[in-house]
């Protein structure tokens, strides 16, 4: 577990390390950290004061007196160095001089700070330097030097704090009325989680003013801001909120695994000892669900649901790969609890590392990393249509909880399938009458579905609607005849791939589909391992 970082800070300052790099956007909160630590006799055995640096304010002292009239870095650094008394100097967005991806940085300012690491370690008065910026920056020169140590994001107390505060600072505006007991109280706290104060501050101001009513219907404020942080990441996209397990038609299996997961990252999970599920990798035929899947945990479980284009990982100049990757993380960890989905994981990380001097492959190997190591409540759900290209570390036990099979759908499966999508269209007041969803409008349909994914299906009822509006009347059957009879499926012009796909799982993979559902019709089948015809690949189990 991870220790405070009040604690962590104290064991470096007493043991002298003489630089320190913290990434965080919230300066003054670490500023606060700081001090407190460096004035508190029992954290550090001797008080030392602090000094700050800025590019606007210069180097001061705590007590605002002016050390040195520079806001050049080198020359505010050689000021310190003169600094002949015990310390903790804080310096303020220095990273832009550090260098980074595709420029270096200013060799007089790399030179000066490893002047202060060589003075700061060997001298009696202790000294420490504290770097505080966005972006953690350590050139290749100080990486012996520089010690990285990690901010969190503010608790629950911490964020709590700032909402009591609001709500006493309002109390007597005749403008605002707080409908929340402590629980409800709780609840908006737990869902900025993930936040900056100033982030959690502004969720609440826009909570407060949306209708002059602080309830429980305004929590969808909060993320709508955890969607602002993750779109000004610039790697991750918000999806929107899409159909719950309940409108996916057929795969009991997955959706009983999924549904018995829900909540397991809240504290009634934690005191059964369980951790917090780590993810699924749902594979099989394109079109049977597996993106739709993704969508409805989200939805189902009420968390915000993040989409990793992989693309844009390996976008960007020589170096950025590893760091956007690192980002990525971040975000997602800083918005959780949520799902975070990776759709064709495959293309992104199949064959790692061919072409690309190795790039691919440590950015693989930072994911593997995660994905093992991971503590924050992200529960990812990857999907491949081509599994056999993956990597096979990646599908060992520990990185993901399951691996789950999506197969073309079985009788039953497509029967719940056409009566899903039927009664959507079926409900349109210029589509539907005088056609109605009966058991043998289903019935006849599934038949003639057979082989059809779910996606097929989808289309193929799209395509009957759109020869209705070619002549302005409702909806008929033969319109949806019609359209599956000019349809050639994916397991006609795809069937050898298929099969293949079926003979990876069959061993391999669990079978999203209840064993209960499979077709007792004849339908695509293949040898079982024991020499006998099996409709589905994938084992069978019972969650």
């Given at each position: 577990m991870e220790q405070p970082f009040r604690t962590t800070l104290a064991q470096l300052l007493k043991a002298r390390f003489p630089i320190v790099s913290i990434e965080s956007h919230e300066e003054l909160r670490v500023l606060f950290e700081v001090r407190a630590v460096a004035g508190d006799a029992d954290l550090v055995r001797k008080p030392r004061p602090v000094w700050t640096w800025s590019l606007t304010d210069g180097l001061r002292r705590d007590d605002g007196e002016e050390q040195a009239r520079t806001t050049d870095p080198a020359d505010a650094l050689d000021a310190l160095l003169r600094?002949?008394?015990?310390?903790?100097?804080?310096?303020?967005?220095?990273?832009?001089?550090?260098?980074?991806?595709?420029?270096?940085?200013?060799?007089?300012v790399i030179r000066r700070l490893r002047d202060v690491a060589t003075a700061f370690r060997s001298e009696s008065e202790p000294r420490t330097l504290v770097l505080v910026s966005p972006v953690s920056r350590v050139p290749v020169e100080l990486e012996k030097d520089v010690t990285v140590a990690d901010f969190p994001l503010p608790s629950e107390q911490e964020i709590r704090g700032v909402l009591d505060g609001m709500l006493r600072a309002n109390a007597?505006?005749?403008?605002?009325?707080?409908?929340?007991?402590?629980?409800?109280?709780?609840?908006?706290?737990?869902?900025?989680?993930?936040?900056?104060?100033?982030?959690?501050?502004?969720?609440?101001?826009?909570a407060m003013v949306d209708d002059g009513v602080l309830h429980l219907a305004d929590l969808p404020v909060i993320l709508e801001e955890k969607r602002q942080t993750v779109r000004k990441a610039g790697l991750l996209e918000f999806v929107d909120s899409g159909p719950r397990l309940t409108d996916i038609g057929g795969l009991e299996t997955l959706k009983r695994w999924l549904g018995r997961r829900e909540g397991a990252w809240l504290a009634d999970a934690a005191d059964y000892g369980l951790p917090a599920p780590r993810g699924v990798l749902i594979t099989g035929v394109p079109g049977c669900?597996?993106?739709?899947?993704?969508?409805?945990?989200?939805?189902?479980?009420?968390?915000?649901?993040?989409?990793?284009?992989?693309?844009?990982?390996?976008?960007?100049?020589?170096?950025?790969?590893?760091?956007?990757?690192?980002?990525?993380?971040?975000?997602?960890?800083?918005?959780?609890?949520?799902?975070?989905?990776?759709?064709?994981?495959?293309?992104?990380?199949?064959?790692?590392?061919?072409?690309?001097?190795?790039?691919?492959?440590?950015?693989?190997?930072?994911?593997?990393?995660?994905?093992?190591?991971?503590?924050?409540?992200?529960?990812?759900?990857a999907t491949a249509n081509q599994i056999e290209h993956l990597?096979?570390?990646?599908?060992?036990?520990?990185?993901?909880?399951?691996?789950?099979?999506?197969?073309?759908?079985?009788?039953?499966?497509?029967?719940?399938?056409?009566?899903l999508h039927l009664g959507r269209w079926l409900r349109h007041p210029r589509v539907g009458a005088p056609l109605t969803v009966d058991a043998g409008l289903v019935a006849e349909l599934t038949g003639l579905s057979a082989g059809c994914s779910g996606a097929e299906i989808e289309h193929a009822l799209v395509a009957a609607v759109y020869d209705a509006f070619a002549e302005r009347r409702p909806l008929r059957r033969d319109d949806v005849v019609r359209a599956l009879a000019n349809m050639v499926p994916l397991s006609v012009t795809q069937a050898e791939r298929i099969a293949a796909v079926r003979a990876w799982a069959d061993a391999r993979a669990v079978a999203a589909t209840a064993a209960e559902d499979l077709d007792p019709e004849p339908g695509p089948v293949r040898p079982g391992?024991?020499?006998?015809?099996?409709?589905?690949?994938?084992r069978h189990v019972e969650f």
């Open positions: 600094v002949g008394q015990p310390l903790v100097a804080v310096f303020r967005d220095l990273h832009p001089v550090l260098g980074g991806p595709g420029h270096p940085g200013d060799p007089a007597g505006s005749p403008r605002l009325r707080v409908d929340l007991d402590d629980a409800g109280r709780e609840r908006f706290a737990k869902a900025a989680l993930g936040l900056t104060l100033h982030e959690a501050e502004n969720a609440f101001a826009r669900g597996k993106s739709l899947t993704a969508k409805a945990v989200a939805a189902a479980w009420g968390i915000p649901l993040l989409r990793l284009d992989i693309g844009r990982v390996f976008a960007g100049l020589v170096g950025s790969s590893e760091q956007n990757m690192r980002g990525a993380i971040r975000t997602a960890e800083a918005v959780s609890p949520c799902v975070l989905w990776i759709d064709e994981i495959e293309k992104g990380f199949a064959d790692t590392g061919a072409n690309d001097s190795g790039t691919s492959s440590r950015v693989f190997g930072s994911f593997l990393t995660w994905m093992q190591e991971k503590s924050r409540p992200v529960f990812v759900i990597p096979p570390e990646l599908l060992r036990k520990g990185r993901f909880d399951e691996v789950f099979f999506v197969d073309l759908p079985t009788r039953a499966e497509r029967d719940a399938i056409w009566t391992a024991d020499g006998r015809q099996r409709p589905h690949g994938g």
